[in-house]
T-cell receptor, first 115, second 114 residues
Framework: GAVVSQHPSRVICKSGTSVKIECRSLDFQATTMFWYRQFPKQSLMLMATSNEGSKATYEQGVEKDKFLINHASLTLSTLTVTSAHPEDSSFYIC???????????FGNGTRLTVT | DQQVKQNSPSLSVQEGRISILNCDYTNSMFDYFLWYKKYPAEGPTFLISISSIKDKNEDGRFTVFLNKSAKHLSLHIVPSQPGDSAVYFCAASGGGTSYDKVIFGPGTSLSVIP
C-alpha cells in the first residue's frame, strides 16, 4: 500500500495566487522529505530537501521565496507555490525514506495548472 | 550537466521477449542505484535497487546489473509483459548516508507489444 500520501492530486489556480501542496508519511516518521517537479516528457527534477524542524535545502536554480517548504512535523511537509504563474504549471511529487537502507517512496503527485 | 543518463528515450519489445534498459552515470560518488516505473499522472513506483558493492541483483522478472568501472547499469525484464509498458527511470544516490537525495535520469518509455 501507499506509504506517502499527497494532496491535492490536482489543482487549478489563477495567476498570482498561492497554492499549498501537502505531503504526509503514512505510519512512519520522516525527518527528511524530498520535493520533485516533472515537466511533460521530462525527468523528475529535485527541487529541495525538506528537513523537519529546520530550513529546507534548495537545489541550484530553485527560488526558495517562490517555493516555500515547511516541515512542521515528522509526518507532514508542505510546498507552497507563491504568486503562481503559468510557467509554474507542472507535476509536483514528494517523497520520503520509510526507514534506513530502504528505497525512496513517492506520493502520487500533484498536477498544478496555473491559468 | 546530467549526472544520470538514459540515452534511449523509448524502447519497443515483443511480449515474452527480454527488455533491456540502459543507464549511465558520471558521478563516482554514487553508491546506490535504483529503477523506478512510472505511469502518467502518478508518482514513481520503486522496482529494484543495487548497491555499489554488488554487480547483480535479481527480483522475479527484474534483474539489475552494475558495471562500476564503466559507470553503467542496466535493467533486464524477462519475460516482458504488456503491463510492463511504462516509463522507467534510472536513479542514483550517494554520499555516505541512506537519507541522501536521489538523482533521476530522463527516463525510457517502454512499450511491450502483445
Amino acid at each position: 500500500g501507499a506509504v506517502v500520501s499527497q494532496h491535492p492530486s490536482r489543482v487549478i489556480c489563477k495567476s498570482g495566487t498561492s497554492v499549498k501542496i501537502e505531503c504526509r508519511s503514512l505510519d512512519f516518521q520522516a525527518t527528511t522529505m524530498f520535493w520533485y517537479r516533472q515537466f511533460p516528457k521530462q525527468s523528475l527534477m529535485l527541487m529541495a530537501t525538506s528537513n523537519e524542524g529546520s530550513k529546507a535545502t534548495y537545489e541550484q536554480g530553485v527560488e526558495k521565496d517562490k517555493f516555500l517548504i515547511n516541515h512542521a512535523s515528522l509526518t507532514l511537509s508542505t510546498l507552497t507555490v507563491t504568486s503562481a504563474h503559468p510557467e509554474d504549471s507542472s507535476f509536483y511529487i514528494c517523497s520520503a525514506y520509510r526507514q534506513l537502507n530502504s528505497p525512496l517512496h513517492f506520493g502520487n503527485g500533484t498536477r498544478l495548472t496555473v491559468t | 550537466d546530467q549526472q544520470v543518463k538514459q540515452n534511449s528515450p523509448s524502447l519497443s519489445v515483443q511480449e515474452g521477449r527480454i527488455s533491456i534498459l540502459n543507464c549511465d552515470y558520471t558521478n563516482s560518488m554514487f553508491d546506490y542505484f535504483l529503477w523506478y516505473k512510472k505511469y502518467p499522472a502518478e508518482g514513481p513506483t520503486f522496482l529494484i535497487s543495487i548497491s555499489s558493492i554488488k554487480d547483480k541483483n535479481e527480483d522475479g522478472r527484474f534483474t539489475v546489473f552494475l558495471n562500476k568501472s564503466a559507470k553503467h547499469l542496466s535493467l533486464h525484464i524477462v519475460p516482458s509483459q504488456p503491463g510492463d509498458s511504462a516509463v522507467y527511470f534510472c536513479a542514483a544516490s550517494g554520499g555516505g548516508t541512506s537519507y541522501d537525495k536521489v538523482i533521476f535520469g530522463p527516463g525510457t518509455s517502454l512499450s511491450v507489444i502483445p
